[in-house]
């Protein structure tokens, strides 16, 4: 039976609220489950990451973007001004260099881009005179640059513009100093043009980046839900591990995302404004939301009396279209019949009412309807403060500039490793382009730093969307530039170009590359005399396809760093999170210091961090890895399985009998020691403590106990095979 026609969401008191509150759509309640799930997005790491994804689109952003490109583009038209053309290009890259979120988060990614490539545009188009003797200092440059991801990812992508604006300012060197001025001049105009449209005349919603970041949280949170419902009915070990490893790393990806942009957030509004306060407050029910979910995913996987299983069944079908509603509700700041809602939320429970009072499963129940009434009234429960959530403090600027720098001067750096790399690979391609004059040369040096990346499975990835998106979008700039002969045809047809380039940027790398394509070659190209459309899409595919080439061959031959061997390292963090985590979770359970949050946080990311690993790794020309992965495929889905049960006992264990205090503490100390050890090299695991005497407790310890054998077996069976092969 769909969920909206359960007869307890029919009934007059709830006057059928789930049907009305949600997509007004039935039918896509009934298929949620299957939504996004039948491929269980994330589960098959051995699948390239390349997706679209329908949420991240965002007309509007587009629209924007396509305003402050079009203006200009048309200006140039009515001036006579072609220079302007200048402009256009820099107030493009700077709508491109926008990170979103708070203000004070987008400000000076804007800015330092703007005045940081007219400052590269003029210096390296005077540089360019000097021949062959420019192209060192280009490459220090684009080391700089491309070294500039150590400050995160709005860093990042002003590096990569950056460096495009570098490799541009190459082609020609300026005639005289009057004209480089007036072109830097043209690049900041352009560039705060572009600013001032984005942040004072149309400012899209402040707060809208903060309730999208945790809707998303909510929304990862129904898949999750619709998903273990399906597995109750029909799932093996390998259903249950597939689900674990895509749905949970969906929900701590989402979690952990929205945090960095609540807290920001915060910081720039102060803990006493209410819509960041309720963005937190939210954000907090939801990671409590999710740690109930787990639990009962784990109580599920070996509950076996069908009266159980068919009250949880229930209880997830009721709760998915909720968390769906509740996440549609927050994107739109308004919740739809909060009153009626909130009925039906008190009601969710119902299903296991006719459980035992002991059942786990109906405490479970009960957390998921207390967070759930906090996200829907965003009221605070008992001791709970968000001015103290949040850390409003900043650290000084001088220390967030040389703590990351300190950080990564070091020869394992991955990211110093990158930055050499891309400079030294730069240097024969910038003289390629030095050495065959014309007006398509630099894509190959644009190409090549803009794919190559510090994994061989990233750069492997960006080359495939990066080299289809381009031959596709230059064949399709030389279409349009058939029918092109004026400024004005060229600013109507760049505008439905921008807004769908700027739409897509988030949501598919490929079909931003595709729509990017003939925008940037409209700008740059269609100008010159005597060159057809269709020999600058040929020109481009070509340069384009010889750059992917040489990123992957600059990967595969300078400081390969492969992929297992820093699997090991991120599994070696993972099994010392998750001893921490169940050490903070038996320590909560004595009626100690609770730091549980904490460390379930941690745990949960050091788990998703070992699979991006994995992911890479799997992706990697090493074929002679193949065990050593499946053997840390298998400790993931054990510190899974064992996060689970750490979720279940603090949720859902009954009390500790009197006289466990010893038994806990022992097992407190041994399971945080054996999962060190095992992460230090060891590979065997001492004998487990006697068990509680209470039994809930005592079958959930020795079920750790056994996820922790099969880890040591697992890497003892490594090292065995490590010493044959050897």
Request: net charge positive; aromatic share 6%.
């Amino acid at each position: 039976m769909p969920p909206w026609r359960h007869p307890a969401l029919r009934s007059p008191r709830h006057g059928g609220l789930i049907r009305r509150l949600t997509l007004r759509r039935p039918r896509f309640l009934a298929n949620l489950g299957r939504f996004r799930l039948s491929a269980l997005p994330g589960a098959d790491l051995s699948r390239l990451p390349i997706a679209l994804d329908l949420r991240a689109i965002s007309i509007a952003e587009g629209v924007r973007a396509a305003l402050a490109v079009a203006v200009i583009v048309a200006l140039s038209g009515l001036l006579a001004a072609p220079a302007l053309m200048q402009a256009a290009l820099a107030a493009l890259f700077t709508c491109m260099c926008d990170p979103g979120g708070p203000v004070n988060r987008r400000v000076p990614a804007l800015l330092s881009f703007t005045f940081l490539g007219a400052a590269t545009l003029s210096g390296f188009g005077f540089l360019r005179g000097l021949g062959y003797a420019a192209i060192p200092f280009a490459c220090l440059a684009v080391f700089v640059f491309s070294f500039a991801r150590i400050y995160g990812q709005a860093a990042q992508q002003v590096g990569a513009l950056a460096t495009v604006v570098l490799v541009l300012a190459l082609d020609r060197p300026w005639p005289d100093a009057a004209t480089a001025f007036a072109s830097a001049l043209l690049f900041i105009a352009g560039g705060l043009w572009a600013v001032f449209l984005t942040l004072v005349i149309w400012r899209l919603h402040p707060y809208r980046p903060t309730r999208r970041a945790v809707a998303e949280i909510y929304r990862a949170l129904a898949l999750l839900a619709a998903d273990l419902r399906r597995l109750v009915a029909a799932g093996d070990a390998a259903a249950w591990d597939a689900h674990a490893r895509a749905h949970r790393r969906l929900v701590r990806d989402a979690i952990e995302q929205a945090r960095g942009i609540v807290l920001a957030t915060l910081r720039q509004r102060g803990a006493q404004s209410p819509r960041a306060a309720q963005s937190l407050i939210r954000l907090e029910a939801a990671e409590q939301i999710f740690a109930a979910l787990i639990a009962l995913d784990d109580i599920l996987q070996s509950a076996r009396e069908p009266a159980r299983r068919q009250a949880a069944a229930k209880l997830l079908r009721r709760a998915a279209p909720l968390l769906a509603t509740l996440a549609r509700g927050i994107v739109r700041d308004r919740i739809t019949a909060p009153t009626r809602m909130a009925q039906v939320i008190a009601a969710l429970p119902a299903p296991v009412a006719g459980l035992a009072p002991d059942d786990p499963i109906r405490r479970i129940a009960a957390a998921i309807v207390d967070r759930l009434t906090i996200a829907l009234t965003v009221t605070l429960p008992a001791g709970l403060n968000p001015g103290a959530m949040a850390d409003g403090s900043t650290p000084p600027l001088l220390v967030r500039i040389r703590a990351p720098l300190v950080a990564n001067f070091a020869t394992d750096s991955a990211a110093l490793r990158h930055a050499l790399r891309t400079a030294l690979v730069a240097a024969p391609a910038l003289a390629i382009t030095f050495s065959h004059g014309g007006s398509y040369q630099h894509w190959l040096t644009i190409t090549l730093v803009l794919t190559m990346q510090p994994y061989f499975a990233v750069t492997l990835q960006r080359a495939l969307e990066r080299i289809a998106g381009t031959v596709i979008g230059g064949f399709l700039a030389s279409l349009l530039a058939l029918g092109l002969h004026s400024p004005w045809q060229l600013a109507a047809a760049l505008f439905p170009l921008t807004i769908a380039a700027m739409a897509v940027r988030v949501a598919s790398f490929g079909l931003y590359i595709m729509l990017l394509t003939p925008l940037i070659v409209l700008l740059l190209e269609i100008g010159h005399a005597g060159v057809s459309g269709l020999e600058i899409a040929v020109m481009r595919a070509l340069y384009t396809l010889l750059g992917g080439l040489l990123a992957l061959a600059g990967v595969l031959v300078l400081w390969p760093s492969w992929e297992p061997e820093r699997v090991r390292g991120e599994l070696a963090a993972a099994l010392r999170a998750h001893a921490r985590y169940a050490e903070a979770t038996l320590t909560a359970l004595l009626g100690h210091d609770d730091t549980v949050e904490a460390a379930r946080r941690q745990a949960g990311i050091t788990s998703n961090n070992l699979e991006a690993s994995l992911t890479r790794a799997l992706h990697e020309p090493r074929r002679g890895q193949r065990e050593r992965l499946e053997t840390a495929l298998l400790l993931d889905a054990a510190l899974r399985r064992l996060a689970g049960r750490l979720a279940a006992i603090r949720l859902a264990a009954a009390p500790r009998a009197p006289g466990d205090e010893a038994a806990l503490s022992a097992w407190r100390v041994w399971i945080g020691t054996t999962l060190d050890a095992l992460a230090t090299g060891a590979q065997s695991a001492a004998p487990a403590p006697d068990a509680p005497s209470e039994p809930a407790l005592a079958e959930a310890l020795g079920r750790i106990a056994r996820q922790i054998d099969l880890i040591a077996g697992a890497l003892q069976r490594e090292a065995k095979n490590d010493e044959i092969s050897r």
